[in-house]
């Protein structure tokens, strides 16, 4: 790209206000108004020879339709890896529904919805609502702390939706939630200090790679969490 540029400005007349045919921006071979623009801004480009080469106006109109050409190859990479991204966010929240089922056996439930299920819905639910902010403002500042203010928010519902909560869950709850703060916070003031994260420099400009980033994410939570959960919904007290 930067090589195509640079022969495209290489190849560049001075503007010629005499000339009738001029078009806003248009140019001319004999100009003398000192200032250069781009040949294929002219009114008939055909009509001039480069100043610089003894290379045509044709060599010119080439570069620009491979650089065309490298457009369209590009746009339809971008369509297929947005595709691959849809699809590979449907098999997170389907692998994530799977979780949710397996670890409700034996679980408590409230309004016949499993405790464990409703845990694992609102981990998703709060990556996609924090998605929603973060895609219109392209950034993945809040990124980790929106991870750890998900173990918290889960852990927390998990106890107070469970009916019967010993010291064991209690226990648990506390060591979760002390680790999920402290490494939520060192990650996003690293973040802040830093000013970004470079691995979201491409991803955040796609709408499917950065919503299947933050869906990854509420995958990770359930996972990690998935353990403690099971403990702390479950019905069987030891």
Request: proline share 3%; with cysteine.
């Amino acid at each position: 790209d930067r090589r195509s540029q640079e022969i495209l400005d290489r190849y560049s007349v001075p503007a010629d206000r005499s000339n009738p045919r001029r078009t806003p921006g248009a140019i001319s071979a004999s100009g003398s108004s000192g200032r250069s623009l781009p040949i294929t801004e002219c009114a008939n480009p055909a009509q001039f020879q480069c100043p610089h080469s003894s290379e045509s106006v044709s060599t010119i109109v080439g570069i620009r339709k491979l650089r065309r050409i490298q457009l369209e190859y590009e746009g339809r990479i971008m369509k297929r890896e947005e595709r691959g991204s849809v699809i590979a966010t449907v098999v997170v929240v389907l692998i994530g529904a799977g979780l949710a089922f397996a670890g409700s056996q034996g679980g408590y439930g409230i309004a016949g919805i499993p405790v464990y299920a409703l845990c694992i819905a609102v981990a998703f639910l709060i990556q996609w609502i924090a998605f929603i902010a973060a895609w219109r403002n392209r950034t993945e500042k809040f990124y980790d702390l929106t991870g750890g203010i998900t173990y918290s928010t889960v852990t927390l519902l998990a106890v107070l939706l469970t009916p019967d909560v010993d010291a064991r869950s209690l226990l648990l709850a506390g060591i979760v939630i002390i680790w999920a703060v402290r490494l939520a916070s060192f990650l996003y003031l690293r973040i802040r200090n830093a000013g970004e994260d470079r691995r979201f420099r491409e991803i955040k400009q796609s709408f499917g790679r950065f919503l299947l980033t933050w869906s990854l994410q509420g995958l990770w939570v359930a996972f990690s969490l998935a353990a403690a959960l099971t403990a702390i919904t479950s019905t069987l007290r030891l």
